[in-house]
């Protein structure tokens, strides 16, 4: 060794020639891209706000009611979208979620309507649970099974789950003979979100208490690996930042869903079945986060650790990088695809459930089209279609600019032709954005 | 001088593979013995680096056999090779573009917390202490390798085959990017690795370098080998001679 290597960690150090903006991102390690997705999301929440107000005389957007139906309609999307990077990242791709879903669906559906109630009897407790083990299963096999064709058989991605879309949907229709399955088991529906099938407010803060508790350990966590390698620290002025930044961001976003109260219908049906006394002015009685949220935010936060923190992840982007180094470096490259086609077919089930559970209904239909919208949010996301490059908050960010699109054209009486428009150009904006982004970063 | 009268650390036995119709590598037996350095020359083309693929498990052979320490082995895939501590310097230096030096000093082997998860910090860590030995201007720790000279790239593929404790090393031209001081290094590097008893198999086209490092040398031409000498027995043309005709020196050219 060199005698350079310093004893003690130093802070990291500014280049006398930037700017204060570049100081403040150098010292903060904000990641600018991120930075960047977060400003659009918001542009286009603005947007479609202002445009509300200013054409039609009321902004519809911003609103508590607004945006908490949108987390809930992001969440079956982005749930196969943080999947669809674990998918795109090696240099594969999978068209056959939207049909996986259906799928999934629709057995889930059969098992928790016929099958379980045969053997339990109807509304049986366990009914939901077994339900949706069952969708997961369903998923998960599938899924290995497309892998191992793509994987030992050494067929294209592209034709395997091209034939799977067109099978699993065709699939899907003999499994209920194109009936739909409604409703579905009560517990069971609590899952898709609703008044009954979110947290609460008290649920709510509980979840941001522990998100607040989640990102100092972080931050403190990393301060404390960072100097035990002598690695460069972050001034306790950015950590301090970052924490607060942090923290804000979760508590706004349990003051928001707590804002949006139980519609009035709801609030009497539950005090009338509580025998509650409901005093004139009404009672305020707050969603708090949906079930479907909070699984995306649990799919998302083990997605993250899954890709950066275990040597799974670390394979999945070394064969993104250079299949043959990887295979080389001595990783089973098959059995990876294998495994990695699997958790997205373990995806689809859970997607699957958050979105038959939202209909309370099943059909082989549900999630057509939405292999599409999965790539594009994991796209948009900056997943990078040759390979290597993903991150798991972006598809999510991503999702969340595809669902706000859609959403915000309805509200404010787009017709589906117009749509369909707006969402294609902007994919293709997006994409090309984050190719000049990328070349200005070289 | 290199005591050559024990078991050889590997012997590869009648290695033949071919490609479609082509032989790249027909019928060749080469061994190498603890302490040796023994260098592999030919043409372009001549397979060199697929007959050193057989042992470091990156090509499955037609025929052959491969003995480590006396004993049969099989070496069907990387993992088998890394297995008999066999290391190998790819000529393509296979590394994925996208990680960082540590990651893909570490891939396949990634040091790991007690919970299981990788220790990036640690690894980055280990990093700077080999490269500080191999290439101490290297400072590009945080960058994928893409942002990397070729020379810097050959060092984080030279690192990572030495780090591991190999005992059979494979260098398929580990010094063909690398400017006089860094090949140097290398050339220090292997008297250094071969003090402590490990073998290695070095491919160069530079017959020099040959001349100066290996204590054998075999010649192929065409996937077939020419013949395999003492470098203290021969000279830098003699080499030539056996690389472009094809024929041992001293052998009558036909
Ligand atoms: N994967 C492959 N598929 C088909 N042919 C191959 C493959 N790998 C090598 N070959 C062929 O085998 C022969 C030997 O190639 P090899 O790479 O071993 O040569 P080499 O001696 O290492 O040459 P160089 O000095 O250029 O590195 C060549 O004719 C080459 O075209
Ligand atoms: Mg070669």
Redesign the interface.
């Known amino acids: 060794m060199t005698d350079q290597t310093t004893p003690v960690s130093t802070t990291i150090q500014p280049d006398p020639g930037d700017n204060a903006v570049k100081r403040f991102l150098k010292a903060t390690e904000i990641d600018t891209r991120l930075l960047g997705m977060v400003g659009a999301l918001l542009m286009i929440w603005i947007g479609f706000h202002l445009y509300g107000a200013l054409v039609n005389g009321f902004g519809a957007f911003l609103t508590p009611r607004n945006l908490w139906n949108l987390s809930v309609q992001t969440a079956s999307i982005g749930i196969m979208a943080t999947g669809m990077v674990l998918v795109i990242v090696p240099r594969h791709i999978d068209l056959s979620v939207g049909s996986l879903l259906g799928l999934c669906a629709v057995v889930m559906g059969v098992v928790q309507t016929e099958v379980l109630p045969a053997v339990f009897g109807l509304g049986h407790p366990m009914i939901w649970v077994f339900a949706v083990i069952s969708g997961l299963v369903v998923g998960t096999i599938v899924g290995a099974f497309q892998g191992a064709l793509i994987a030992y058989g050494k067929i294209p991605a592209f034709i395997v789950t091209l034939g799977g879309l067109l099978v699993w949907r065709g699939v899907a229709y003999l499994v209920v003979r194109g009936e739909t399955i409604s409703p579905l088991d009560s517990t069971f529906s609590l899952l898709g979100g609703g008044p009954y099938g979110a947290v609460g407010a008290v649920g709510s803060w509980i979840v941001g208490v522990l998100g607040c508790v989640g990102v100092i350990f972080l931050l403190v966590n990393g301060r404390r690996q960072r100097r035990k390698f002598h690695f460069p620290l972050r001034p306790v002025w950015a950590e301090t930042f970052l924490g607060i930044l942090g923290c804000g961001i979760v508590i706004g976003a349990v003051l928001l869903v707590n804002s949006y109260p139980w519609p009035r219908g709801i609030v009497r049906q539950y005090a009338e079945a509580n025998a509650i006394e409901v005093p004139e002015s009404g009672l305020f009685i707050s969603h708090g986060f949906a079930i479907p949220v909070l699984i995306l935010l649990a799919v998302g936060i083990a997605m993250t650790f899954i890709m950066t923190r275990t040597r799974f992840g670390r394979y999945v982007f070394a064969i993104g990088g250079n299949p043959e180094a990887a295979e080389l470096a001595g990783i089973n490259t098959k059995r990876m695809t294998v495994k990695i086609f699997a958790l997205m077919g373990f995806l689809c089930g859970l997607s699957a459930v958050v979105a038959s559970a939202r209909l309370n209904s099943a059909t082989n239909a549900l999630g057509t089209l939405d292999e599409l919208f999965v790539i594009a949010a994991a796209v948009i996301g900056g997943t990078s279609l040759s390979g290597g490059i993903g991150t798991i908050y972006g598809a999510i960010l991503g999702a969340f600019v595809m669902q706000s699109l859609q959403t915000g054209m309805v509200l404010i009486g787009f017709d589906a032709a117009i749509q369909q428009v707006v969402v294609g150009s902007v994919l293709v904006i997006a994409v090309y954005l984050d190719i000049l982004y990328r070349r200005r970063q070289k | 001088m290199v005591d050559r009268t024990g078991t050889p650390l590997v012997e590869l036995r009648d290695i033949s593979i071919s490609f479609g119709g082509i032989k790249a590598v027909d019928h060749v037996s080469v061994d190498l013995y603890p302490g040796e350095v023994h260098g592999l020359l030919g043409h372009n083309g001549a397979g060199k680096s697929t007959l050193i693929k057989c042992l ?1 498990g ?1 090509y499955k052979m037609d025929t052959g056999e491969i003995l480590v320490n006396g004993r049969r082995v099989e070496i069907n ?3 088998d090779a ?1 297995a008999n501590n066999i290391e ?1 310097i ?1 000529q ?8 960082d030096a540590a ?1 893909n000093l570490f ?4 040091l ?1 917390t007690p919970l ?3 220790n990036d ?2 690894m ?2 280990e990093c700077r ?1 080999i490269m ?2 191999l290439n ?1 201007n290297f400072r590009k720790f945080k960058d ?1 390798v893409s942002a990397l000279s070729g020379g810097q790239r050959q060092s984080v593929a030279i690192a990572r085959a030495v780090y591991f404790d190999a005992r059979i090393l494979i260098m398929d031209e580990p010094t063909a990017a690398l400017g006089p001081h860094e090949t140097q290094m290398v050339a220090d590097l292997i008297k250094q690795l071969k003090a402590q008893g490990i073998g290695i198999f070095l491919i160069d086209h530079d017959v020099h370098a040959v001349m100066e490092l290996c204590d054998r040398a075999s010649v192929m031409k065409n996937g077939q080998l020419v013949g395999t000498v003492d470098i203290p027995d021969v000279t830098d043309d003699d080499l030539l001679g056996m690389i472009i005709l094809g024929k041992k020196p001293g052998q009558a050219a036909a």
């Open positions: 470091s990156a895939n990387p993992r890394r190998t790819y393509t230096l296979a590394l994925a573009d996208n990680l990651s891939l396949g082997r990634e790991t299981g998860t990788v910090a640690a980055e860590a202490k500080g030995q101490p994928p």
